[in-house]
């Protein structure tokens, strides 16, 4: 019987240590081609838009140079600490095309919370 008991005490710290929760981790990666409308990063020669009344959320890792940028009214850009922009002088910059590159929109509220691909499991010790 103190076996089992002993075994029963064991189990039950174990069991309550261990949880599942569930963690929304959005993909807010400038540097992720497909939050882009070209399925690509943008290069110096884009001009990218944000659209005016959106609010954002974006993770910036790496220095880019751009030609041009529309920020949105409201959101927030959190800079790595390597991480920067710096304006496009025109010169030739090989294999990247002049185009405006918009950021992708998508109805996140149109998608149910336990289909959402944004929400994964963690498991917690």
Request: proline share 6%.
């Amino acid at each position: 019987m103190k076996v089992f008991f002993s075994f029963f005490v064991l189990l039950e710290i174990f069991g309550s240590s261990v949880a599942v929760y569930k963690q929304w981790i959005p993909n807010t990666n400038f540097e992720n081609a497909t939050n882009w409308d070209q399925n690509r990063i943008p290069c110096a020669k884009d001009t990218i838009l944000f659209g005016s009344t959106k609010i954002v959320s974006v993770f910036v890792q790496a220095s880019h140079s751009l030609t041009d940028m529309y920020l949105p009214l409201n959101g927030e850009f959190i800079m790595a600490p390597t991480a920067g922009f710096a304006a496009f002088d025109g010169n030739y910059s090989p294999g990247c095309e002049t185009v405006d590159i918009p950021l992708k929109e998508e109805d996140v509220e149109a998608l149910s919370v336990q289909e959402n691909p944004m929400f994964h499991a963690v498991q917690e010790y």
